[in-house]
């Protein structure tokens, strides 16, 4: 069974420049939520996306934001980057809210 | 803002020794959720613990969730460096802008040969 797949897993931007983030999650898998991973704060949650539905929504400005397609894959894109969001975004699948997540490897975002 | 409090933050260990990692809150979660990291890699969910009191065993590691379901504790017998990781609780609970699954900053443990 393949697991969770986020591309690409490194990138490198800019000041001001946007990200588009990408997660393909577990087959049968409907909630995928994103969280950000830094040294200092840990894991702090973006968003959860069930069904194309946006369920919750973490402490984020509104430069992050995400969608869910009908297939279940999830898009999470940051505006106007600013130096702060270099870190390791995380995409996770589960069968549903609260449930085991299944994370993928993350992809490395590193701002200069 | 619902927190989970993981201590220690950082463990150095020699290979064979025992050791214990926790997970405190003052918030009752519905379950809570042990996971492993490694760099460069995601978390990898290691247990599920439900109900207050319960205690499941995965190998050398045991997890112990404790009886008012508000704190969870790891206990790992005869540590190997292929333990090396990064250890995270994750508390349950109804959601809001930490979302359904709260995170623990995590304990980082190394396990020397």
């Known amino acids: 069974k393949a697991g969770v797949t986020q591309t690409p897993r490194y990138l490198i931007k800019t000041r001001g420049q946007q990200v588009t983030l990408s997660c393909s999650p577990i087959s049968g898998h409907r909630s995928v939520s994103w969280y950000q991973q830094t040294p200092g704060q840990g894991l702090q949650f973006l968003f959860e996306?069930?069904?194309?539905?946006?369920?919750n929504k973490g402490n984020f400005p509104g430069r992050f934001s995400g969608r869910q397609f009908s297939n279940s894959r999830s898009e999470m894109n940051v505006s106007t980057l600013e130096l702060g969001d270099s870190a390791l975004y995380l995409c996770?699948?589960?069968?549903?809210?609260?449930?085991?997540?299944?994370f993928g490897d993350g992809t490395r975002l590193s701002i200069l | 803002t619902q927190l989970l409090e993981q201590s220690p933050q950082f463990l150095s260990i020699q290979e064979g020794e025992n050791l214990t990692v926790y997970c405190n809150s003052s918030s009752v979660f519905s379950s809570l959720q042990w996971y492993r990291q490694e760099p460069g890699e995601g978390p990898v969910l290691l247990v599920t613990v439900v109900t207050g009191g319960e205690v499941k065993k995965l190998k050398r590691l045991t997890f112990q969730f404790g009886d008012a379901r508000k704190d969870s504790s790891l206990h790992i017998t005869a540590a190997q460096t292929g333990d090396t990781g990064l250890y995270l609780c994750a508390g349950a609970w109804r959601g809001g802008s930490q979302g359904n699954l709260i995170f623990g900053k995590g304990t980082k443990l190394s396990v020397k040969p």
């Open positions: 996770a699948s589960s069968l549903g809210t609260a449930q085991p997540q299944h």
């Open positions: 996306y069930f069904s194309e539905t946006q369920r």
